[in-house]
């Protein structure tokens, strides 16, 4: 059975920072492309960054530079290292794994940014 477990959101001030982890089971997760994405309410999922197996890494260009993907294959965990959060950064974030056709969801973690 596959698992996605996102954990490390919660609330956070302007300018703050927070570290999301995905650990992942069931999948052989070094082969795996590796993704966040998020939803804000009233809005379309949007990807925030995207790691492949071999280390190349993209971004959304509304968190380019604030925010890092990573990966430890040892424990079949994705990170997402967010500094200087805004306002704007609020939503619930999703890992997801994919390969080939397939692809798998976590629940989700709410970061919410706010003085």
């Known amino acids: 059975q596959v698992q996605l477990v996102e954990s490390g959101g919660g609330l956070v001030q302007p300018g703050g920072s927070l570290r999301l982890s995905c650990a992942t089971s069931?999948?052989?997760?070094?082969?795996?492309?590796m993704g966040w994405y998020r939803q804000a309410p009233g809005k379309q999922r949007e990807l925030v960054a995207i790691?492949?197996?071999?280390?190349?890494?993209n971004y959304a260009d509304s968190v380019k530079g604030r925010f890092t993907i990573s990966r430890d294959n040892a424990k079949n965990t994705v990170y997402l290292q967010m500094n200087s959060l805004k306002p704007e950064d609020t939503a619930l974030y999703y890992c997801?794994?994919?390969?080939?056709?397939?692809?798998?969801w976590g629940q989700g973690t709410q970061v919410t940014v706010s003085s």
């Open positions: 997801k794994a994919m390969l080939g056709g397939r692809e798998y």
């Open positions: 069931g999948i052989m997760f070094s082969i795996y492309i």
């Open positions: 790691m492949f197996s071999g280390g190349l890494t």
